[in-house]
């Protein structure tokens, strides 16, 4: 199952994406600080991370910061900041997506599916250590979320992935 680290410190949005993101097939971890943010990377190891730029007296920036001098794991800042200075500053810090809140579900969801999706087919250690269930023509990787059949990938959404697996397994 894909993990995701939701580093949130706001008790609705916890709340929301706390049910949402399981709902779509994901493990969540929820953390709100930056000692346990760095400590959730290496115990937890998750496949995206999202993060609150405002995180009462830290910065998301300066957690991405830090972040990034051990991992190159996927992460997408979910801030009020929209401005399109805050924007760019967060992409070029290192986020692979910025969305502004609020935003909706359903594009949360498609963006998270997109990043994983280029985060596998760009990071070696995915598609080398990923279980892979093929079934004749059909592979399914449950760590990419990617199906193929007879070599074409499918776009599944979360949910008919994790029906997918479940009836494969």
């Known amino acids: 199952m894909t993990a995701i680290l939701l580093v949130e410190d706001d008790a609705e949005m916890v709340s929301l994406l706390g049910r949402f993101l399981p709902e779509e097939g994901y493990e969540v971890r929820v953390v709100g600080d930056m000692a346990s943010t760095l400590r959730a990377v290496s115990e937890f190891e998750p496949d995206l991370i999202l993060l609150d730029i405002v995180l009462g007296s830290e910065d998301g920036r300066d957690i991405l910061r830090e972040i990034r001098e051990v991992s190159d794991v996927p992460a997408i800042f979910l801030t009020g900041r929209g401005l399109e200075s805050d924007r760019i500053a967060g992409l070029k810090l290192g986020a692979d997506d910025y969305i502004v809140k609020p935003f909706s579900l359903g594009e949360l969801a498609a963006r998270i599916e997109s990043v994983l999706r280029r985060a596998g087919a760009n990071n070696p ?23 193929r059949l007879d070599g074409t990938l499918l776009e599944l959404t979360a949910k008919e992935f994790s029906l997918l697996a479940f009836l494969a397994a």
Request: no cysteine; net charge negative.
């Open 125 to 147: 250690q995915h598609s080398i250590d990923a279980p892979n269930m093929k079934f004749g023509s059909l592979e399914i990787n449950e760590q990419t979320h990617e199906v």
